[in-house]
Structures are given as structure tokens and as C-alpha cells.
């Protein structure tokens, strides 16, 4: 491997304004983290979601972002495939790819949402099984196969498969995307344990065996401070009232429990730097991609965190 690249993950939440100047703060800070040297920009995509992760529709904000950066890459982390209609997501996505000049990402996965699913009429326990029956067609379709009808995607994509990564923690998972020829996205945090570089580990070395030159991307929350911060606390105690909210498992009420769950690592910035490459060295991650904020902070104090890190990871000098 050689030098690891480093991306942003935000997953961007409302504050008191209102959703246009939220959405547009998301553009400004996406312009931000390019110029900071930053490789890329992920955002998690939520439906009907007015509080965390309150993006909708990652491929129209990142239209917007892509005509605001020149050599950012940029996508969401991840997109439920089961909710989508896989014609016209390969059309908004090959859209976003020609207006971006091949800069954007896919991230797809199963979903973890109820609420949304039962809102769009799916089965949300048949959700894994929908993903494995859909996903071979919707990148056939990507590469230009047959759509239906004889038709074919248009605009055409360069490489697709370069640009679709399955979101995945488990061996199993890291192997059915590397046989399929895509990416691997692993999660900031795993839910069944307690310790994600483990099973993320062993994810890698599953995916290399089957995809040697594939590109995998591994997120870390950081935060900048100590471990007791209020501001730290109060954004994981408004993600618990989101998992809680939508009818997911909440996090553990002893702090020093909920910061491994979240797998949330503190400090200083250059003791951040060296304590995340260290963390992600057994997994040879191609990109890391790091969390300045549990939630809940404004822009200006995300872009100082964020800031901070490019500085202590060295960005500018690449």
C-alpha cells in the first residue's frame, strides 16, 4: 500500500437556521475541505430524517458541490439500494459522474432503517435478500448492459466499477464485493463489538483475496479534546435520541462503554494523526476517512477541527 489517502466523512444535521442554509453550508464546507487537501467527501443519506444525517438526496447536494471543487471526490455512505429504483439511480449518479468529470462515488448498502422502509412499502427484514437480487443488474446497467427495452445508460460512465463501493463490515460482505468488482466501505463504528478493527481486519484480508487492486475506505470518529467535553457529549446524546427514535438500540449509558461503542478516539490533533494510522495499519485501508463531529456542531467549528487534522496529517505538503 502505498500513502494512505485521507477523506471527510460529515453525516450533516440541522441546526437553527433551516434546510437551505444547511444544505448550503455543506457546499461551503465541502469547497473548504478540498482546499485543505483533503481527498474526498462523504455524507450519509436519510430519508425522511429532519435531525441527524438529514440528507435525502446526497446526489443532488453533491451537484451542487461539484461545481464548486475541482478534484474533490465526493459521494454518499451509503445509499439503500432496496429504496431506490435502480434505473433512476443509475441515471442521477451517471448524471453527477459527467457534471463532476468522473469525481463521484457510490456508496450502497442494505439499509438500517426502519422507519424509512415501512414509510416506502419495503419489507425491512427482506432487505439483504433485495440487495443481493438487485445489485448484479443495477451494475450491469451501470456498465452499459441492456437497461430493458434495448436501452442503455445515458450518460455513459468511464470504469464504474471503480466508483461503486458496497458498504460492509463482515468477511462475507468484504468478499461478495470484491467477487463483484466494487469497492469496500467500512463503517466508522461495527455494532457487534465492541472493537470494529477486528472483524474489519479480517473484512480486508477477505476482500484482497478476491480483489488485490481493489480500493477500500475505512472510517474513524476523532475528536479533538478531551474525552469529557460537553460538546463531544452533547452530540452523542443527540445521535442515542436519533438511534432510539428510529427504533434502533440506543448506546450504552456509562460513557466510557459509549465511547468504545462509537469507537470514538480523543486528543490533540498530531496525537489524533499518529493514533489513527496506527489504529487502521493492520487493515491497509486505500483511504481513511475521518469524523471531526458526533453531530451537532456548527460549520465554522467543524472546518477548525478539520483544520487541525489536515495540518497534523500533513495534506498541504503532498
Known sequence: MGIMDIGVFIAAEPHERGPAEDLHEMIDLAQAVEELGYRSLYTASRHFSSGYAAVPSPLVLFAA???????LEFGP???TLPLENLHRLAEDFATLDAISGGRAILGVGSGDDPPAFEAMGVEFDERAGMLSQNIGGFLEILQGGDAGAGLTLYPPIDNPLDKVALGAQSARGASWAASLGIGL??????PNSWDPTVSQVRAAEAYRAVHPNGRISTARNAWIGSPDDPDLWEGIRRHDEFLKARGRAGLPEDRTEALRKMNIRTGTPEGLAIDLKGAVASIKPDELLI???????????RLKRLTALAEAFGLGDR
Do not use: H, M, N, Y
Open 65 to 71: 458541490v461539484a461545481e464548486r471543487t475541482t478534484t
Open 77 to 79: 455512505s451509503v445509499i
Open 185 to 190: 466501505q467500512q463503517g466508522r463504528s461495527e
Open 291 to 301: 469524523t471531526a463531529d458526533p453531530g451537532g456542531l456548527e460549520a465554522s467549528d
